[in-house]
């Protein structure tokens, strides 16, 4: 494994000068009960909020370890639940220990159920980067995505983005969908309401995949590699029918910048995946929001532990280990740098085993260079 240092005080381990926490300030508390949710055998409905000690300790030592522009991703469950104090609070905290060549970008997923005037001014006062999950048109995204009693949430939803666009928020970028294999045969009317509908310039596309079989209320919804396929492929042709040079999707985007020999934006593709780590509300730390609860997958606890001794101990080391040792066949592919074995959580046997979709993104690597050339 390369190991980058950076001031004699957070072992690096991709190329980045930076690790980026996913803050996940209520745990899995929510008030959706999304079926697919990789927290939905957890327990949602209990409040917890992260401590106001936590919070500062994390904010000043995180603060203390790295310079430049500092990205602060807040996650859940849903982050709205901490209420409109809370993050109020990381606002006067980031500002205390800012030092120079210093710049705060905060980020926050939020199923945009909760939004009212209140927090859409505090996100444009303070220039949050807010990102919507949204799974498409009415049928696709209350398919999955409803609340405690069954209800659906794309209503609610919808009125929130209304009120982040009568703010002048820029929301344009905004969204995040999830890709099940029922929503797969929406892909066209998906691709229109995104474009048409809601007018939006990118999205990104979660696709469904759960190897282990832990989601009780998701049997049979995994996609497979031809079913993906298939989506990658329409998707492509959808968008290439559009001839907007300003309509930038994830996963299509992240292809072309494989092709072109540059560095994929996400971290499925780039290989950054070790350059995360999940903070949750108590203090444990994991690599990302995908692993949080699992214990072999357990960094640390910051509640007794500092950050520096956590992000540079065995267990984060090995984990980053095992995530960039490439299985040999990954080495000897052309398509190696544009997609480093694609998501730990999404490989056969663990994160040291074999992408699942690798068939896949050989196979759209190489339409999407055919149908650019005969362009």
Same mark, same amino acid.
């Given at each position: 494994?390369?190991?980058?240092?950076?001031?004699?005080?957070?072992?690096?381990?991709? @190329?980045?000068?930076?690790?980026?926490?996913?803050?996940?300030?209520?745990?899995?508390?929510?008030?959706?009960?999304?079926?697919?949710?990789?927290?939905?055998?957890?327990?949602?409905?209990?409040?917890?909020?992260?401590?106001?000690?936590?919070?500062?300790?994390?904010?000043?030592?995180?603060?203390?370890?790295?310079?430049?522009?500092?990205?602060?991703?807040?996650?859940?469950?849903?982050?709205?639940?901490?209420?409109?104090?809370?993050?109020?609070?990381?606002?006067?905290?980031?500002?205390?220990?800012?030092?120079?060549?210093?710049? *705060?970008?905060?980020?926050?997923?939020?199923?945009?159920?909760?939004?009212?005037?209140?927090?859409?001014?505090?996100?444009?006062?303070?220039?949050?980067?807010?990102?919507?999950?949204?799974?498409?048109?009415?049928?696709?995204?209350?398919?999955?995505?409803?609340?405690?009693?069954?209800?659906?949430?794309?209503?609610?939803?919808?009125?929130?983005?209304?009120?982040?666009?009568?703010?002048?928020?820029?929301?344009?970028?905004?969204?995040? +969908?999830?890709?099940?294999?029922?929503?797969? !045969? /929406?892909?066209?009317?998906?691709?229109?309401?995104?474009?048409?509908?809601?007018?939006?310039?990118?999205?990104?596309?979660?696709?469904?995949?759960?190897?282990?079989?832990?989601? /009780?209320?998701?049997?049979?919804?995994?996609?497979?590699?031809?079913?993906?396929?298939?989506?990658?492929?329409?998707?492509?042709?959808?968008?290439?029918?559009?001839?907007?040079?300003?309509?930038?999707?994830?996963?299509?985007?992240?292809?072309?910048?494989?092709?072109?020999?540059?560095?994929?934006?996400?971290?499925?593709?780039?290989?950054?995946? =070790?350059?995360?780590?999940?903070?949750?509300?108590?203090?444990? *730390?994991?690599?990302?929001?995908?692993?949080?609860?699992?214990?072999?997958?357990?960094?640390?606890?910051?509640?007794?532990?500092?950050?520096?001794?956590?992000?540079?101990?065995?267990? /984060?080391?090995?984990?980053?280990?095992?995530?960039?040792?490439? @299985?040999?066949?990954?080495?000897?592919?052309?398509? +190696?740098?544009?997609?480093?074995?694609?998501?730990?959580?999404?490989?056969?046997?663990?994160?040291?085993?074999?992408?699942?979709?690798?068939? =896949?993104?050989? !196979?759209?690597?190489?339409?999407?260079?055919?149908?650019?050339?005969?362009?």
């Amino acid at each position: 494994m390369e190991v980058f240092e950076m001031n004699n005080k957070v072992i690096l381990t991709t @190329p980045l000068r930076l690790m980026t926490p996913i803050i996940k300030v209520v745990g899995d508390f929510c008030n959706l009960r999304c079926r697919y949710c990789f927290h939905s055998n957890s327990d949602q409905s209990t409040p917890h909020v992260m401590n106001d000690e936590l919070l500062e300790k994390f904010i000043k030592e995180y603060m203390e370890l790295f310079t430049g522009r500092l990205v602060f991703i807040w996650h859940g469950g849903e982050p709205l639940l901490a209420g409109l104090n809370f993050f109020k609070k990381v606002l006067g905290l980031q500002n205390r220990y800012l030092k120079n060549g210093q710049k *705060i970008d905060n980020r926050i997923q939020t199923n945009a159920t909760l939004i009212n005037d209140k927090w859409a001014v505090l996100f444009k006062e303070n220039d949050f980067k807010v990102g919507i999950s949204l799974d498409g048109n009415k049928d696709s995204h209350n398919y999955f995505r409803k609340d405690s009693k069954g209800r659906g949430s794309f209503e609610l939803t919808m009125r929130g983005i209304e009120i982040l666009k009568q703010y002048d928020i820029d929301i344009q970028h905004a969204f995040l +969908q999830v890709l099940t294999k029922d929503n797969l !045969k /929406r892909v066209k009317e998906n691709f229109d309401f995104f474009v048409n509908t809601l007018m939006v310039k990118s999205w990104g596309i979660c696709h469904y995949l759960d190897l282990e079989k832990t989601n /009780r209320n998701m049997v049979n919804q995994n996609i497979t590699n031809k079913q993906f396929f298939k989506f990658l492929k329409d998707l492509i042709d959808l968008w290439l029918t559009q001839d907007k040079s300003d309509l930038a999707i994830r996963e299509i985007e992240n292809f072309l910048f494989g092709i072109k020999g540059k560095m994929a934006k996400n971290c499925s593709f780039n290989g950054t995946c =070790t350059s995360f780590f999940c903070l949750e509300w108590d203090g444990r *730390i994991y690599p990302c929001d995908r692993s949080s609860g699992q214990d072999n997958l357990f960094f640390g606890d910051f509640s007794k532990q500092s950050l520096l001794e956590i992000l540079n101990d065995t267990p /984060r080391l090995k984990y980053a280990e095992m995530v960039n040792s490439l @299985p040999s066949d990954c080495v000897a592919c052309e398509w +190696q740098n544009a997609c480093h074995n694609g998501c730990p959580s999404h490989r056969i046997g663990g994160i040291g085993g074999k992408y699942y979709y690798c068939e =896949t993104r050989k !196979k759209i690597f190489v339409y999407l260079k055919t149908k650019i050339k005969r362009l």
